[in-house]
């Protein structure tokens, strides 16, 4: 890369973290080790993804700067996703045995979830749900409309 660092082709979030790929509706928030965007494909408004900058699989293999940063920014974006965009609750998960690197998926709970369930087995029918159904023009404005309000919430108080 010009920018000097290293690719790994494969791999999404690297392309997403480096800028070889532009999220729509852009980025969220950055900081040296991390990158957030929204991921449009599942149309959920103030569902975030949080993703190392370093090609890296396992919580174990983060820096302290990177751990504390981590910590950091999931803090500041779910004060962002309650103050922007009135969000209570928020599920978190991240994987390791995964073909991308380390992110974490902040998906808000809304009302219509509990149709799908509780807890953890509700979350992929939800975003499949999502991804299937809510893909409409007027939805997506709104999602966009969301990320937009995030971004300026968490750019411009840095608290
Ligand atoms: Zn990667």
Known sequence: MSNGKNIEVDCLS??????????EGGTVIETEYFHAHQDVAYPIK???IL???RHIKCFDELT????????????RIR?????ALGIESVYYFYNEDT??????????????MYDFGRSVESVRPILLHARK??????????VLLAVAALTKELNENKG
Not at 79 to 83: G, L
Not at 105 to 110: H, K, S
Not at 133 to 142: D, I, P
């Open 79 to 83: 004060k962002a996703q309650r103050i």
């Open 51 to 53: 993703a190392a900058k």
């Open 64 to 75: 302290e700067e990177e751990s504390s940063d981590y910590i950091r920014l999931l803090k």
């Open 46 to 48: 103030g569902l975030i």
């Open 133 to 142: 159904q809510l893909s409409g023009e007027e939805n997506v404005k709104e």
């Open 99 to 112: 073909t991308h690197h380390f992110h974490t998926w902040m998906v808000p709970r809304y009302d219509w």
């Open 14 to 23: 690297c392309a997403v973290t480096s800028g070889l790929i532009e999220p």
